[in-house]
């Protein structure tokens, strides 16, 4: 089995910064892509960033891009989103989804194409 954590979500104000981590653990993976997800109030789960298992392939949202930045330590088994310039639309709960993959370039965008789930970390942006 596979643990997926989040952490590193909190308050901040608009315009402000926060740094989400993404741990996975459990079963010895032997190499896996990462992405990073949102669902706001009222709103469907809809993809934020992914970085494929090498980290040299990384893909945005229109909506984060040149203001979130995804990358990955994998001596840590850890993905990093970093946030900036944060607005009140970015309020959501953010999850990060892992799959197992053979092709070490490739991202995915995809929520059904993820394999294991963590449970969130609430991100909320205040005007």
């Known amino acids: 089995q596979v643990q997926v954590v989040e952490s590193g979500g909190g308050l901040v104000q608009t315009g402000g910064s926060l740094r989400l981590s993404c741990a996975a653990s459990?079963?010895?993976?032997?190499?896996?892509?990462t992405g990073w997800f949102r669902q706001a109030p009222g709103k469907e789960r809809e993809f934020v960033a992914a970085?494929?298992?090498?980290?040299?392939?990384?893909y945005y949202a229109d909506s984060v891009k040149g203001r979130f930045t995804i990358s990955r330590d994998n001596a840590k088994n850890t993905v990093y989103l970093q946030m900036n310039s944060l607005e009140p639309e970015d309020t959501a709960v953010y999850y990060c989804?892992?799959?197992?993959?053979?092709?070490?370039?490739?991202?995915?965008?995809?929520?059904?194409?993820?394999?294991?789930w963590g449970r969130g970390t609430q991100v909320t942006v205040s005007s």
């Open positions: 970085i494929s298992w090498s980290g040299g392939k990384t």
């Open positions: 459990g079963r010895t993976f032997s190499y896996y892509a």
């Open positions: 989804a892992v799959v197992e993959t053979a092709q070490l370039m490739r991202f995915y965008i995809s929520e059904y194409e993820y394999d294991y």
